[in-house]
């Protein structure tokens, strides 16, 4: 789908990916979006995000090609949450979208996305009627949609993706959060209600694989875990409360089956369980706690959330 071609109200579109092991298919993103976008004003911010590929290479290319496309070299890998915000400190837009840089999103029906900012919902989120990730990366995305749901309050039939567009004035309340661990979600959920969703098809991956680690979406789940909540905080107390409780009343059972000649000698193995379970719990909620107060000291310290090594082009759109 093309954006319509009436050119009454000039505005400038911007498109904002990050790129990680991307050489092979950022540029045929950028030509998609080139063919798309040729009756509207438009940028393209890359990020490149430390890839150990030729990946800025090619967006170096692209930008001596293109005058409208920006390209930033981080110093070293930040993620991918990170990588956005770089891209949005440095777009012009009055529309920014975001994607990602596979071809996985299809950026010819960023028109669907584009037509619902400009009915005036302040963000629009793709929604794919299937998935084409792998069985793993299924599963992070419905964990990842299953935290925002419960600690961001996130509706319960809006769809989180990857692919979205919002208004400027979000992108500016976005990059007033300073503090290392950005987590893109929970920054757009907080600065607006007014979110709504787009069906567009998701395709198969071509080139390569996905470059979200069984670790890395450990660390996506715990920054979204603690960045915008204290519910973790209020679970492990309701946890607590709840552990408490049930020793208070096997206590309770013991005294009552040993005055009544009914006494049940627990054994070895069953007070090793009871205490590894007891203190496997206390580990987790000394943990939590010290992520917490380490997110606390880190971003005292002013840890950034990411450097920039080099900016090609200033990303004025023709």
Same mark, same amino acid.
């Given at each position: 789908? #093309?954006? $319509?071609?009436?050119?009454?109200?000039?505005?400038?579109?911007?498109?904002?990916?990050?790129?990680?092991?991307?050489? =092979?298919?950022?540029?045929?993103?950028?030509?998609?979006?080139?063919?798309?976008?040729?009756?509207?004003?438009?940028? @393209?911010?890359?990020?490149?995000?430390?890839?150990?590929? &030729?990946?800025?290479?090619?967006?170096?290319?692209?930008?001596?090609?293109?005058?409208?496309?920006?390209?930033?070299?981080?110093?070293?890998?930040?993620?991918?949450?990170? *990588?956005?915000?770089?891209?949005?400190?440095?777009?012009?837009?009055?529309?920014?979208?975001?994607?990602?840089?596979?071809?996985?999103?299809?950026? !010819?029906?960023?028109? #669907?996305? @584009?037509? *619902?900012?400009?009915?005036?919902?302040?963000?629009?989120?793709?929604?794919?009627?299937?998935?084409?990730?792998?069985?793993?990366? !299924?599963?992070?995305?419905?964990?990842?949609?299953?935290?925002?749901?419960?600690?961001?309050?996130?509706? #319960?039939?809006?769809? @989180?993706?990857?692919?979205?567009?919002?208004?400027?004035?979000?992108?500016?309340?976005?990059?007033?959060?300073? !503090?290392?661990?950005?987590?893109?979600?929970?920054?757009?959920?907080?600065?607006?209600?007014? @979110?709504? &969703?787009?069906?567009?098809?998701?395709?198969?991956?071509?080139?390569?694989?996905?470059?979200?680690?069984?670790?890395?979406?450990?660390?996506?789940?715990? !920054?979204?875990?603690?960045?915008?909540?204290?519910?973790?905080?209020? %679970?492990?107390?309701?946890?607590?409360?709840?552990?408490?409780?049930?020793?208070?009343?096997?206590?309770?059972?013991?005294?009552?089956?040993?005055?009544?000649?009914? &006494?049940?000698?627990?054994?070895?193995?069953?007070?090793?369980?009871?205490?590894?379970?007891?203190?496997?719990?206390? =580990? %987790?909620?000394?943990?939590?706690?010290?992520?917490?107060?380490?997110?606390?000291? %880190?971003? =005292? &310290?002013? $840890?950034?959330?990411?450097?920039?090594?080099?900016? =090609?082009?200033?990303?004025?759109? #023709?």
């Amino acid at each position: 789908m #093309k954006v $319509s071609k009436r050119k009454k109200v000039k505005r400038l579109i911007s498109f904002v990916i990050p790129c990680y092991k991307s050489a =092979l298919t950022i540029r045929q993103v950028v030509d998609e979006i080139k063919g798309t976008m040729e009756n509207e004003e438009f940028e @393209i911010v890359l990020i490149n995000d430390a890839s150990p590929d &030729n990946t800025f290479d090619v967006i170096r290319e692209l930008c001596v090609e293109n005058v409208n496309v920006i390209g930033i070299n981080l110093n070293e890998n930040f993620g991918q949450h990170a *990588a956005l915000m770089a891209g949005f400190h440095h777009v012009n837009g009055d529309i920014v979208v975001c994607l990602d840089d596979d071809g996985q999103t299809p950026a !010819n029906e960023a028109g #669907k996305l @584009i037509t *619902a900012i400009l009915q005036g919902h302040d963000a629009v989120y793709a929604r794919y009627e299937k998935k084409r990730h792998s069985r793993f990366r !299924n599963f992070g995305s419905y964990i990842n949609e299953l935290m925002a749901r419960i600690l961001l309050e996130k509706p #319960k039939d809006l769809y @989180i993706s990857s692919y979205f567009a919002v208004k400027r004035f979000i992108v500016d309340e976005m990059i007033k959060y300073e !503090n290392p661990y950005p987590y893109v979600i929970g920054l757009l959920l907080r600065s607006t209600k007014d @979110i709504v &969703n787009v069906d567009v098809c998701h395709r198969e991956r071509e080139v390569g694989k996905s470059g979200y680690t069984f670790g890395k979406l450990i660390m996506l789940w715990l !920054n979204g875990f603690t960045a915008f909540s204290v519910k973790p905080l209020r %679970i492990a107390t309701a946890t607590g409360f709840v552990v408490a409780i049930a020793g208070f009343v096997y206590g309770i059972v013991t005294i009552i089956r040993k005055l009544l000649g009914l &006494n049940y000698i627990l054994g070895f193995s069953g007070l090793m369980s009871v205490l590894l379970f007891l203190g496997g719990l206390n =580990l %987790i909620m000394l943990g939590l706690i010290g992520e917490y107060i380490g997110r606390i000291y %880190i971003s =005292l &310290n002013k $840890s950034p959330q990411f450097i920039i090594r080099e900016i =090609l082009n200033d990303g004025k759109g #023709k």
